[in-house]
């Protein structure tokens, strides 16, 4: 379609048409051209280029300065590359052979089937690097791809490594391997192919010294020994037997069970771009959380972990590993976030999360949101099917609670496609929940909810699942009392109270009392108002659940308001912007601080009124949300 261009992403950011060179101007414009290359030729969304270009830091004015930077990307590339608008978001039509990120991935792909044969395309994959990949681009999204990019890289060079041995021609790699040992002193495959080929050339002593180094490294920092592949190398050179063919993972003779340094090591290894906690070191690993923990302070000590404070840990390091070393402990690692992390987002129950209290949960934000989303990459990658969904309901949900709808509603979708096909009910009814929330928010009707909550509502009961049913009344009813229908909210809150009921299931309970007090007091009935919020929020507070908590004292913030008593209203609303903050709920912690200002404005304190409504204002204005600008605009005008 398009002549010769070449969009270099794997170093500084860079592009050529027709030979020349473009001038893609500021960084944030390359960041968002970067972006959308990355995505070959699949729509971003508006909201996922924001925080991939700046991260949770956005500017007010993200969406139009992306808008801004996209209409100036056509201009540049007019008749060499098409910058469309698809739905709220972007695709960059480009032949994927003009990105080198594609080409060293294609590349990469291709030597996978044949090292030895495709060996030139090993080579041509790593000529295609130029530094460190969107050098000069700073936000999470950049830097964990910039991370990922480096270990697939690695793995090319030890591949490539593999075939020129196999090959016989590997005197030149010694200066090489030599110099990847001391940057890498822990990796295994590393250190045996630097035993092969120092052995091959003639250099006995030194690969048995490469060997003695590597066994007392990992013995008195890691409290390991080596694996069975290089111990059996080792055997091998001790007979005489000059190695043949490739190293990399020789098949073992025997199990070897490695000792919890080494599992907690290597854990980390894995996701070696990510800060993790305890809990989930200890659910790679299997090990006892304390024993986890003691672990990790002693390779703290010795430098092999960093300590970011606040119980979290991230290697410094990364260990050779076969597919089979990696399999469990990041299976393990995906299931953890998918299942256990968040099986109970807040008011919403994820399938198989099971009934009745359980484990507390939390909510995806900061280090949590960053590892949430390297779950959901590995397990898309390693096609992990069931997990993929579940992880993709708890990202739309998150989505939902920064106001990113749009992208909540594609979740949803995608999550009901994924349950049709395996026929999963509790997957399904979760996912039309999904779209029946974005839905609302997107189109500020329930006409386009009807079919979801019925078809959900249905499902329930068609497998007598009691407290399915009691969340579509529960939701019916909170969706139904922000549309302005107070008689049919009231009414399904009642029947979500006394199916919840006769179930005993307490978070149903917690949820239509919740919906119920929030009915009752949309139409005026203050007193059984407070008094069903207030039930609901003794079981909030027992699970210390930041979301439903929030969403509670904005209810009581309201009937406060209601009854005259505007400091009251005051301390409600700010212990709901508390909660929402905690769970990166940004659009309510927005809607919260209107109400706080109204209520400040009623005491007299009108600074502090404004300062809540420029908060509010800035960020509708940020995600270019007209109607609640314009809304809060309003507000400020009338305290001149």
């Known amino acids: 379609m398009f002549g010769h261009n070449d969009f270099r992403l794997l170093g500084p950011i860079e592009a050529h048409i027709g030979g020349a060179p473009l001038d893609l101007g500021p960084a944030k414009r390359q960041a968002v051209l970067a972006a959308l290359l990355v995505a070959r030729g699949t729509r971003v969304g508006d909201s996922e280029i924001c925080e991939r270009v700046w991260g949770s830091a956005l500017p007010r004015s993200a969406k139009r300065t992306v808008q801004g930077y996209a209409s100036r990307l056509r201009r540049l590339l007019a008749g060499h590359a098409d910058v469309d608008r698809v739905g709220g978001g972007y695709r960059l039509r480009v032949d994927p052979d003009s990105v080198d990120l594609h080409r060293f991935r294609d590349l990469a792909a291709r030597a996978r089937r044949d090292p030895v044969a495709n060996l030139a395309d090993a080579e041509a994959a790593l000529r295609l690097w130029r530094g460190e990949p969107f050098a000069g681009l700073d936000s999470p999204w950049f830097h964990t791809l910039q991370s990922t990019l480096g270990v697939e890289r690695r793995q ?11 090959r016989g021609d590997s ?58 592949p290089t111990r059996l190398l080792h055997r091998r050179l001790l007979d005489g037997e000059a190695p043949a063919g490739a190293v990399g993972s020789p098949r073992p003779r025997a199990t070897v069970t490695p000792s919890a340094g080494e599992r907690v ?27 986890c923990r003691t672990v990790l302070d002693q390779q703290v000590r010795t430098g092999l972990v960093l300590d970011e404070g606040g119980g979290r840990f991230r290697a410094t390091f990364a260990m050779a590993s076969t597919t089979a070393d990696e399999e469990e402990p990041l299976r393990r690692f995906v299931a953890h976030y998918a299942r256990e992390r968040f099986g109970s987002f807040g008011f919403f129950r994820f399938p198989s999360a099971g009934h009745g209290d359980g484990e507390r949960t939390t909510h995806p934000a900061g280090r949590d949101a960053e ?76 006409a386009p909810l ?45 029947s979500a109270v006394a199916t919840a009921r006769r179930e005993g299931d307490d978070l149903a309970v917690a949820k239509a009392h919740y919906a119920l007090g929030t009915a009752l007091s949309q139409r005026g009935e203050h007193g059984p108002a407070e008094e069903y919020c207030r039930s609901a929020l003794v079981y909030f507070e027992r699970r210390s659940e930041p979301y439903p908590l929030g969403r509670t004292h904005d209810t009581l913030a309201v009937i406060a308001a209601a009854r005259g008593d505007h400091r009251d209203a005051v301390r409600c609303n700010t212990r709901a912007i508390e909660y929402y903050r905690e769970c990166d709920a940004v659009l309510y912690r927005a809607e919260a601080l209107v109400r706080r200002g ?30 609640r600008t314009d809304r809060v605009r309003r507000l400020l005008r009338s305290l001149a």
């Not at 090319?156 to 196999?166: F, K, Q, S, Y």
């Not at 005491?603 to 995600?623: I, K, M, P, S, T």
């Open 265 to 291: 090591a290597r854990a980390l290894s894995l996701v070696s771009s990510q800060w993790i906690d305890v809990p989930t070191v200890a659910a790679m690993t299997g090990l006892p959380r304390e024993q």
């Open 598 to 627: 109204a209520a400040h404005r009623a005491v007299g304190q009108a600074q502090l009124a404004e300062e809540d409504w420029n908060a509010a204002a800035d960020f509708h204005a940020g995600r270019g949300d007209l109607r």
């Open 371 to 446: 590892n949430l989303e390297h779950a959901r990459g590995l397990a898309r990658e390693r096609g992990w099917t069931d997990e993929r969904w579940r992880l993709d309901l708890v990202s739309g949900y998150r989505s939902a609670l920064r106001g990113n709808f749009s992208d909540s509603l594609e979740a949803g979708e995608s999550a009901e496609e994924a349950a049709t096909g395996l026929g999963d009910d509790d997957l399904l009814i979760t996912a039309l929940f999904l779209q029946a929330v974005a839905l609302y928010a997107v189109r500020d009707s329930l």
């Open 450 to 494: 009807a079919s979801r909550l019925g078809r959900a509502l249905g499902i329930a009961r068609s497998v007598g699942d009691a407290v399915r049913v009691s969340d579509v009344h529960w939701l019916t009813s909170v969706l139904s009392g922000a549309a302005g229908l107070r008689a049919t909210a009231l009414a399904a809150a009642r």
């Open 156 to 166: 090319v060079w030890l591949d490539r490594n593999d075939a020129i041995i196999a």
């Open 171 to 228: 005197d030149g790699l010694v200066p090489e391997l030599s110099a990847a040992v001391d940057d890498h002193p822990f990796d295994e495959r590393v250190s045996r192919q630097l035993m092969t080929v120092l052995f091959t050339a003639g250099r006995q002593h030194e690969a048995f010294a490469e060997y003695g180094r590597l066994r007392e490294a990992l013995r008195s920092e890691l409290g390991a020994e080596p694996q069975e």
